[in-house]
Each structure stands twice: as C-alpha cells, then as structure tokens.
C-alpha cells in the first residue's frame, strides 16, 4: 500500500469517555456528519474509525479517532488572545467565509451546535474554516440530544430542545 504524504490533525476520544454509554456511537456519528459537509471553509474530515496505539510502557488500547485538514494557521481564540487588533475589513471577510460554511451546513440540514472562536481555524494563507462539529445535530436526527461543550457556545436550537 502507498501512502500519500501528508500532515493531518488528528483528534482522538479519550479512552476515558468511551467508556461510558453512548460516547464512542456520539463521536462516530459526529464524524459521520461532519464528512458530508464540502464548503472551501468548512476542515474537511479525512477519516475515522478505530486504531491500537501503545503510549510508553503501557499496555496497547484502542482508541476511537478522526483526522482532518492540518490547520497550521491556529484558531481565532489564538489569534484573540495574542491581543493585537484585527482590520475591519479582515473582520467583514472572516464572517463572509465563516457564514457561507455555516449557511452551506444548515442547507444540508446541520447545525453546527457549539460554534466558538477555537472552532474557527487558519490555513497557512491565513483563511478561515469551520471545524469542530462535535456539537452538531441534522434536522431530522432521531437520535437523543446529547449535551457535550460549553453552553454559553449552544446554538439556540439545542438550547430549546428543538431542531434545527
């Protein structure tokens, strides 16, 4: 088998949680929604799935994974917390990008749930994308509403109850 080479980031469900009902369907059911989407904004996913990895002396475990677009150009809580003031005119093309990537989503029926400036991250040419869709939930998600983040980033919609 050939690989390509190629720099992704790779996120991966503590061992911890997995054990606890529900976690381990909730992140791959995430995963699955979040692969869908295609916008020139939106942090493709590559893959996931499950893989063995060894830390150490520690006895070998599998872990829940997913891996996506390496954004070298850090997130905007970065870029915030860095303190120096942004144009105006780079403020107005950010939330053009990050509202069509939004918009995009919702069209295919996803909320993206927990949208929050570590969610919003740079490619090396210093455009933004939308990641982080572990919050996200579609229109017509049968599956029960599971609370995971921080409820101060909660699209409105979860914190009704209600669907998108």
């Known amino acids: 088998m050939v690989h390509l080479p190629q720099q992704v980031a790779v996120k991966v469900l503590s ?8 976690y381990v ?35 070998s475990m599998v872990v829940n994974y997913l891996s996506m677009e390496l954004m070298e150009g850090g997130s905007l809580a970065d870029r915030v917390a860095q303190g120096t003031p942004f144009e105006l005119s780079q403020i107005v093309s950010w939330l053009d990008d990050v509202s069509n990537a939004l918009e995009t989503a919702h069209g295919q029926g996803v909320t993206h749930g927990g949208l929050k400036l570590s969610s919003i991250t740079f490619d090396r040419a210093g455009e933004p994308y939308v990641t982080d869709f572990a919050m996200a939930c579609r229109a017509d998600d049968q599956a029960e509403l599971v609370f995971l983040g921080s ?9 009704e109850c209600s669907r998108p």
């Open 15 to 22: 061992p911890s949680l997995s054990r606890y009902a529900g």
């Open 151 to 159: 409820p101060d980033f909660l699209a409105p919609e979860l914190w």
């Open 25 to 59: 369907k909730y992140f791959n059911r995430q995963a699955e929604m979040a692969v869908g989407l295609r916008h020139p904004h939106i942090c493709r996913i590559l893959d996931y799935g499950q893989a063995v990895v060894q830390l150490g002396t520690e006895p």
